[in-house]
């Protein structure tokens, strides 16, 4: 029996999207991405969350990602859920699980700046190919 390792979200990002580069040269993007949940507990009080989300793309995807959002766009991504650990240079050691995404849709249409339209017009962004064997990615070329 196989695995499943899939994360689909959709939300708010909660910052520009920051692009750099490994030393080989392949494109990397991280962002936020909130997410909003409300309900009513017992007594019927209202209650609000918001849930923060890393997300991080490669390749082609961060490139177009980068090129056609900004803080506020409303997203999809779809992709598998890592963990990263690192310590700190007072050896802490720190974790990050993060959305790894190969797939994204711009919900907001691109210029968007909070007038009214009559639909999200969504823009799909090809995943990129995957081999059929990931490429080893070394935590040291990582720009972050």
Request: with cysteine.
């Amino acid at each position: 029996m196989n695995s499943l390792n899939r994360a689909e979200i959709i939300g708010n990002m909660t910052r520009d999207p920051e692009l750099k580069h490994t030393n080989s040269g392949q494109s990397v993007l991280t962002c936020s991405v909130a997410t909003n949940r409300s309900w009513k507990d017992v007594n019927g009080t209202k209650h609000d969350d918001v849930e923060y989300h890393s997300i991080v793309c490669w390749g082609k995807l961060a490139d177009i990602v980068n090129q056609y959002t900004r803080k506020g766009t409303k997203m999809f991504f779809s992709g598998r859920l890592q963990t990263r650990n690192w310590d700190d240079q007072q050896g802490v050691k720190h974790y990050r699980t993060e959305i790894v995404a190969d797939q994204a849709i711009i919900l907001t249409p691109k210029g968007h700046s909070g007038e009214p339209t009559p639909a999200p017009i969504p823009v799909n962004i090809p995943s990129p190919s995957t081999p059929a064997v990931e490429p080893e990615i070394n935590p040291e070329d990582l720009p972050f």
